[in-house]
C-alpha cells in the first residue's frame, strides 16, 4: 500500500466523487416526485392511468439497471434520440427508483385508516385534497423507513453507471488500475469514499426517520 499514489489519484476521485453526488441528487429527487405521482394514482385506482403505472412499476423493478442502461445508450439512438451518457444515467436512476419509491409511498399510503378517507370524503373532499390533507401527511411518515432504504440503494447504484463510461467513483478507480495496476490503493480509495458518503446519509436518514415518526405518532 503505497500512500503516496493513493494521494496522487485523490483530484481524480475528487471529480469523481462530485459527479457521483451530482448524479445521486438529481436522481433520487426525480425518483421521489416520480415515485409519489405513480403511488397517488395507483392508490386512486384512475382508470387506464393506473393502470400503465402498474404496469411501470413492474417493468422497472424487475428490470436490472444495466439493462436499462444497455437500453438507452445504445437502442435510443437507432431510434433516432440519442442522449449523452450523463442524461441516459439519470433517465435509468430515475426510472428505477421511481418504481421503488412507489412501492415505499403505497405501503405507507395504505396504514392511513380507511376510515380518515371516508370521513375526508363525507366532508366533500375531493382525491387531490384527500391526498394533500390526510393521506400524505400520514402516509409520508409511515413510507419513511422504505425511502430510507431506496435513497441508500440509488446512491450504491451509481456504481454501475460505468457500464457507459460515465466518470464516477467506480469508472474512475478501474480506469486507475488499468492505467497503473494499483488496484489495493485504488479500490481502498473507492471504498473511503463510497463510506464518506453513506455513512452521514444512513446517520441522517435515521434521525429525519425518528423525527418523522416520533413528530406524528408520539414517542
Given at each position: ?173 478501474l480506469d ?37 415518526r416520533y413528530?406524528?405518532f408520539g414517542?
Open positions: 500500500m503505497s500512500w503516496a499514489i493513493i494521494q496522487q489519484s485523490l483530484p481524480q476521485f475528487a471529480q469523481g466523487f462530485r459527479l457521483t453526488l451530482w448524479l445521486s441528487l438529481i436522481g433520487i429527487i426525480g425518483a421521489i416526485v416520480v415515485g409519489l405521482i405513480s403511488s397517488l394514482l395507483q392508490y386512486f385506482r384512475l382508470p387506464v392511468i393506473s393502470r400503465i403505472f402498474d404496469i411501470y412499476v413492474e417493468v422497472a423493478r424487475n428490470t436490472p439497471l444495466l439493462i436499462q442502461l444497455f437500453f438507452l445508450y445504445y437502442a435510443f439512438p437507432v431510434m433516432g434520440m440519442k442522449m449523452s451518457a450523463k442524461t441516459c444515467g439519470i433517465i435509468g436512476l430515475i426510472f428505477l427508483g421511481g418504481a421503488y419509491m412507489a412501492e415505499g409511498f403505497t405501503g405507507g399510503f395504505k396504514g392511513v385508516s380507511p376510515n380518515q378517507i371516508e370521513d375526508g370524503r363525507a366532508l366533500g373532499m375531493n382525491n387531490l385534497q384527500l391526498a394533500r390533507y390526510v393521506i400524505l401527511p400520514q402516509g409520508f411518515a409511515l413510507s419513511m423507513p422504505a425511502l430510507a432504504a431506496n435513497i441508500i440503494f440509488l446512491v450504491k447504484e451509481t456504481s454501475i453507471f460505468t457500464v457507459i463510461a460515465i466518470p464516477e467513483l467506480t469508472n474512475t478507480a486507475l488500475i488499468g492505467m497503473y495496476y494499483r488496484s489495493n490503493e485504488y479500490l481502498f480509495v473507492l471504498v473511503v469514499a463510497y463510506a464518506i458518503i453513506l455513512i452521514p446519509l444512513i446517520l441522517i436518514l435515521n434521525w429525519l426517520e425518528r423525527k418523522v413528530g406524528t414517542d
